[in-house]
């Protein structure tokens, strides 16, 4: 079976949203990531961790599946992260950050680890995502994700990693950040020169649009009337009634998405294409309790029917 | 053939956005709505101008087949608006509006306008619509449009209309603000309590979800999992790589749903569907240039086109 190699942060997050609020509950992009991808292919987690980090979480993460070979205890404290969302819940504003032992994080992979063929760089410094990379020896699908700030602080480091990255995750707003376009097609355009063959931009509440140079037809009707054969693929987000806690949902999103690549170990256009829906399903899961609540609960056969959900509420017939 | 009543402005705008500025050019609600569905169904305009109306303009809705008998000139100036965009295409800010001639409008409907099946109920003062609608004998379907001046300054007026329409079109503002209620499912729920049967809620750049009660199975896939047979349909906006001027765009889009189901006179839900797409095929090109620029050069077969690029864009396959 193919698995995942995942690095990134796990975290002790405070979140406060309008429909309530948690302290120190289990939290981190490579928390989130493994626990979604988990449901389609084996997972191998990079990350740190303090000495107080709770035995029942790392149940939970076992009970998952996830291999945890890669997680390296340190002595101090586990990432924190506090934050809050108002009324519009597609942005967190952080409270408060603490590195902790995430800090002095200089990943080295286990043995095993050194052979994988799918390999998520968490959101974390893009020199150390390189670090992590340089370690595999045949990657074959390198995927991204990455924030404002790398883009601020470290924008020629994240450069120089994009040039051994597949895929790019970003949301709109990092997306016009990184490519300094306010239009995203022409920011796609321009990314995808940088070295990612695919860019999937992430909206939150308003879905997801995924960017790719479409090399199977060249008079493919997603092509964008570019001529250059950009082509594009968009999906709405699940409407949901009740949202308790945005933090997560990109992780979970890339942890839908990544994981049934690797679950199927395919990667072209139809499979990146259903990759994006168990991608907004499994972001609409998430966000739907506070921290992993809701992951942790849920059914294959919940995945399976969101998926006909988003089917059947994205269907429409072509003209006669 | 079906035709459909259209009621609303026809007015000169002055736009600047980041692309370019023009002067006193041909706009209004029911110009672009009229222009739009002209490409799907006969269209009878009812509307004001002042005698400086140009006959260049006259000439345009001509051109389109639009029946002019509705179109009542009046003593005085044609409405104005002026309006800047910047950077956030998403929205205007207005930045004149001189009412003129249309402060006075009292429409009385032509004889034949009377036995209307489909009629259109620009974005106008709701006590206007209701007192158009009234003088048609048996509508088959009514389709409303309005916006933030009426919700916040005649609410109780506006929901008196909306006891006698089919179909609503708000964007996402303004149904939050409509059904006081962030939350869209919620809101789309309480505004169908209230008279129409169908909630469209315009997105911009981020597409278009659609709300209805489906009548037409209990166990159909796309309603959501409420048990109250609330549907969904979502569709993303086409991803333009150059905007010009949004001005009329969700207008564009009443245009080609409303002149879409008029034109095949048809009100079910795989035809509802078909029409949100034409919707939004016909605002991406509205956006393309200023003012009605790219409407009146565009072609049936561009649209149909544009629809295949739609489905291409959001295809995806169904689960194993």
């Known amino acids: 079976m193919t698995s995942i190699l995942s690095v990134g942060s796990v975290a002790y997050d405070s979140v406060k949203t309008p429909f ?33 980090f709770r035995k029942q979480d790392v149940q939970l993460l076992e009970s998952r599946n996830i291999d945890l070979e890669g997680l390296e205890y340190m002595e101090g404290q586990t990432f924190r992260w506090k934050g809050e969302y108002s009324n519009d819940l597609n942005e ?19 043995v095993r680890y050194q052979d994988s063929s799918y390999v998520f ?12 990379l340089s370690q595999v020896q045949t ?15 470290h924008f020629e480091a994240l450069l120089e990693t994009l040039k051994s990255v597949d895929i790019l995750l970003v949301n709109d707003a990092e997306a016009r950040q990184l490519a300094q376009e306010p ?11 940088w070295g990612p063959r695919i860019v999937v931009i992430k909206r939150g509440e308003y879905g997801v649009l995924m960017f790719y140079m479409d090399s199977e037809g ?3 009707e997603d092509q964008l009337p570019s001529g250059d054969s950009l082509s594009v693929f968009g999906a709405p987000a699940y409407p949901l009634e009740d949202v308790s806690d945005p933090t997560g949902a990109g992780d979970s999103f890339a942890g839908g998405f990544v994981g049934y690549l690797a679950g199927v170990n395919r990667c072209d256009v139809q499979s990146l294409r259903q990759a994006i829906i ?12 506070f921290s992993l609540d809701r992951l942790k609960e849920l059914t294959f056969t919940e995945i399976e029917l969101r998926y006909k959900e ?11």
């Open 20 to 52: 309530g609020e948690v302290e120190e509950v289990l939290g981190g992009s490579a928390t989130y990531f493994s626990v979604s991808a988990s449901f389609f292919s084996q997972v191998d987690l990079v990350a740190c961790v303090g000495n107080d």
């Open 183 to 193: 239009n995203l097609v022409r920011g796609a355009r321009k990314i995808l020169a």
């Open 92 to 110: 967190a504003q952080t409270l408060d950050t603490q590195l902790n032992v995430f800090s002095d994080f200089r990943p080295t992979l286990p």
């Open 121 to 132: 760089l968490g959101n974390i410094d893009p020199s150390l995502q390189r670090q992590v």
């Open 278 to 289: 168990f991608g907004s399903v499994m972001a609409s899961f998430c966000v739907e309790k």
């Open 139 to 153: 990657p074959q699908l390198v995927i991204c994700d990455t924030m404002n700030y790398w883009i601020e602080g």
């Open 218 to 220: 060249t008079q493919a």
């Open 310 to 320: 988003f089917k059947a509420m994205t269907q429409f017939e072509d003209i006669p």
